[in-house]
């Protein structure tokens, strides 16, 4: 079982939508939680950390249910900007990061 | 300035040859790392030197070998490529290892192996 789990989509979203994606973790000792950025052909890029109670940051909201092992992450009104691939992160240990493959958002005019 | 930057970006090379990447960050964080990103997108971490010092070695055949000369370099030096060694790989730097997550990656190195 792969320890982060993503629908790779893609999310195909007309501007100024609402689009909401979730990964599921395999873990349960997992500490923190992230949503990372990738553009086509570019590096990843720190997007926000996951907080226990739920967490915004503009139009951006991440959730995390440890019960069940899942994070989620919701953008609102969304921008032709937003389009990228979104990774979902979580740290094994004190020096490991492991990443999900991605879920794709594509953001249309 | 470019706070993780990595050479070359582009790789091309034939099976069987010796070839390097370079990675230096002027950030001054103490942990650095190498992951891989193969054609499915999925990012595997490889390596993680803390202050000159391997922590993390996740199953690499050894014809992989990194080299972290001072804690703003890793470096990586792969020996008798495979076919199977095309992906891109990314060199990150963080200061507090992983526990802020906030890792500051390169812009990658495309090989490919033919």
């Known amino acids: 079982r792969k320890e982060v789990e993503q629908d790779p989509g893609p999310f195909n979203v007309p501007e100024g939508a609402t689009v909401a994606f979730n990964c599921t973790y395999s873990?349960?000792?997992?500490?923190?939680f992230f949503w990372y950025r990738q553009d086509c052909r570019k590096e990843p890029k720190l997007l926000m950390s996951?907080?226990?109670s739920g967490n915004e940051d503009g139009r951006f909201t991440a959730q995390l249910n440890r019960a069940s092992q899942y994070i989620s992450l919701l953008i609102r009104d969304s921008k032709l900007s937003d389009s990228a691939t979104y990774l979902c992160?979580?740290?094994?240990?004190?020096?490991?990061?492991?990443f999900g493959a991605g879920t794709t958002v594509t953001v249309r005019a | 300035d470019t706070a993780v930057s990595q050479t070359p970006k582009y790789l091309v090379t034939q099976m069987g040859n010796d070839k390097s990447i370079k990675c230096e960050q002027n950030?001054?964080?103490?942990?650095m790392y190498w992951y891989k990103q193969d054609s499915k997108k999925f990012l595997k971490i490889m390596f993680s030197?803390?202050?000159?010092?391997?922590?993390i070695n996740e199953t690499v055949p050894n014809r992989f070998s990194p080299k972290s000369p001072d804690k703003a370099h890793l470096n990586l030096h792969i020996n008798s490529l495979e076919l199977g060694d095309s992906a891109v790989y990314f060199c990150?730097?963080?200061?507090?290892?992983?526990?802020?997550?906030?890792?500051?990656f390169g812009s990658g190195t495309q090989l490919s192996v033919l």
């Open positions: 992160v979580v740290t094994l240990n004190d020096y490991k990061l492991s």
């Open positions: 990150a730097s963080s200061q507090l290892g992983a526990a802020d997550g906030k890792l500051f």
């Open positions: 996951v907080y226990s």
């Open positions: 950030l001054g964080h103490d942990t």
């Open positions: 873990n349960s000792a997992s500490q923190s």
């Open positions: 030197y803390n202050n000159k010092e391997l922590i």
